[in-house]
């Protein structure tokens, strides 16, 4: 009797090459719905299940493959005498190869817009099924659950080296896609229900993360620890298509994400207003807009050109010529944008080393607002703290009312400072990063940091805080420095003192009622 290859697959890539692979070897082949219609239309054999099975599809195609001549032919063991027996009284025959991916449901629910019954009508239950069945029995039966599994096969089968450890190791990727699969539609659904808390009890879900691992890292932060990305396909960097350059770094990953984060307050794409941040460190230490995207970047560089060497650059409008010429002017690891035009391409050509990534805004909108982090034995979640800035809840507090200029100037600072890590000030002028203080254990260290790097610059310039003010010591050092106005969220049981300070020394004082710490 020839060997049966049974297929049912959502994505054809690869299928008509693995199909005649499988005919050359001498397998007959059993098929269903859309994938026998696309083997018949490339002129191969191919029997449709409803006839191998001699039960028609039903229910508007729910119900094809759930019949004991499929699943009694992949569940069979060939050393099992009684298997056998059973086989041979109802006439079934054994199935070999079985090759599922199933219903693309990820992908539909990925549309927040999709209709409820729409998403139900794509959960796969005879896929599933099927893969699991050929798993189990993998000692007899090779199961394939993705188009970049068929090359390997084809040529194991050529050379007859389907070993057990080779149908171990399918076994092992099926299950791994079945369990994310019905992940994907516990999140989903679970996202569908109103959960009202119980008293002592917790409403939210237990967290089930399913990522593919996309690349193996040189190094994690440093070259004595391991990493490794995992990123869905098509969601946020999954989605980024790599131009040119070497190898993106943990580093990079984590550097160019706080760079894209920063930058995308301004928009993403060509029709927002442009904008370009440069990053070390995963803090930003050049930020500015411009007339164009050439101007944004120049003066984001020109912000702190010390502290842009060897950063990471993050561009929210399409890269033109002009552009490409300043990306060129020093050494940069990264650079991210939503569109790099064919004369920057052959422009940043010559800076081969040069990560160029282009990142669509679509593929952003795809990425969870989750936001993931370790702690010992465990992983804390939050949404991202990525609220459009609502200036209508800001209140001036200060006796001097900001200028229009200066509530300009207030609320680019205020953008800056929560991508900022904590403890954060930004000085700022006319769309233009001056001064960055990050990560100091008190305030006005993270001041003085900033406002040493502004210099003369803070003249007239604007300061924001990620936390309030504890003491009036902020506020009377950035006046000294020139600046005109300051912002913070307000909350300190001394926000008089800061308030008296900036009365005293003629600045403008915005509240806005919201913190921003960074860890």
């Known amino acids: 009797m020839a060997p049966t290859a049974l297929l049912s697959v959502s994505n054809k890539d690869g299928l008509v090459p693995l199909a005649q692979g499988l005919l050359e070897a001498g397998f007959q082949l059993i098929s269903s719905g859309g994938t026998a219609a696309a083997l018949k239309q490339a ?15 039903i229910l508007g195609g729910r119900v094809k493959t759930l019949h004991p001549r499929v699943h009694g032919g992949i569940l069979a063991r060939r050393d099992d005498p009684s298997h056998q027996v059973d086989l041979q009284a109802q006439e079934i025959p054994p199935i070999d190869v079985v090759v599922v991916n199933l219903y693309p449901f990820r992908e539909t629910v990925a549309d927040p817009a999709v209709p409820f019954d729409t998403a139900i009508e794509t959960i796969d239950i005879g896929g599933p099924a099927m893969v699991r069945a050929a798993a189990k029995n993998h000692a007899d039966v090779v199961v394939l659950t993705s188009p970049a599994q068929y090359p390997a096969f084809l040529e194991a089968l050529r050379r007859g080296e389907l070993t057990q450890e080779l149908r171990r190791g399918l076994a092992l990727a099926a299950f791994e896609h079945t369990a994310a699969y019905d992940a994907a539609i516990s999140r989903w659904l679970a996202s569908t229900i109103a959960q009202p808390e119980a008293e002592g009890e917790l409403a939210s879900p237990p967290l089930r993360l399913e990522l593919p691992a996309r690349q193996s890292l040189r190094y994690g932060e440093n070259p004595h620890q391991s990493a490794v990305w995992y990123s869905a396909a098509a969601a946020g960097w999954g989605g980024a298509l790599q131009l040119q350059g070497k190898e993106l770094s943990y580093n990079n990953l984590i550097d160019l994400d706080a760079a894209l984060a920063t930058v995308r307050e301004f928009g993403y794409g060509p029709a927002a207003q442009p904008a370009a941040v440069v990053v070390k460190h995963t803090n930003p230490c050049g930020v500015a807009t411009g007339s164009g995207c050439a101007d944004a970047l120049a003066r984001a560089l020109e912000a702190d050109r010390l502290s842009a060497f060897g950063g990471i650059v993050a561009l929210n409008t399409p890269v033109d010529a002009a552009t490409a010429a300043h990306l060129t002017s020093l050494f940069l690891e990264c650079v991210v944008a939503p569109d790099f035009r064919p004369e920057a391409r052959e422009v940043l050509a010559a800076k081969a ?13 795809r990425a969870s607002r989750q936001q993931l982090r370790t702690v010992l034995g465990g992983v804390l979640a939050q949404d991202l703290d990525d609220r459009p800035v609502e200036q209508s809840s800001w209140e001036v507090v200060s006796v001097r009312q900001p200028t229009p200029q200066e509530l300009a100037d207030l609320r680019f600072a205020w953008k800056l400072v929560r991508h900022v890590r904590s403890n954060a000030i930004t000085v700022a ?24 790097a502004a210099g003369e610059r803070a003249n007239g310039a604007v300061l924001a805080s990620d936390g309030f003010f504890p003491f009036d010591d902020t506020v009377r050092l950035a006046a000294g420095y020139g600046v005109r106005a300051v912002i913070q969220p307000g909350g300190s049981v001394r926000d008089k003192d800061s308030i008296q300070a900036c009365d005293e020394l003629g600045l403008a004082m915005v509240v806005t009622g919201r913190r921003h710490f960074l860890h």
């Open 429 to 452: 002028r006319d769309g233009q990063s001056l001064g960055v203080g990050a990560g100091q254990m008190n305030r006005v260290g993270s001041a003085r940091l900033a406002l040493e």
């Open 43 to 57: 002129g191969l054999a191919v029997t449709k299940v409803a006839d191998h099975t001699g039960a028609p599809e």
């Open 353 to 365: 080393n040069l990560r160029l990534l282009e990142l669509a805004p679509e593929a952003i909108g």
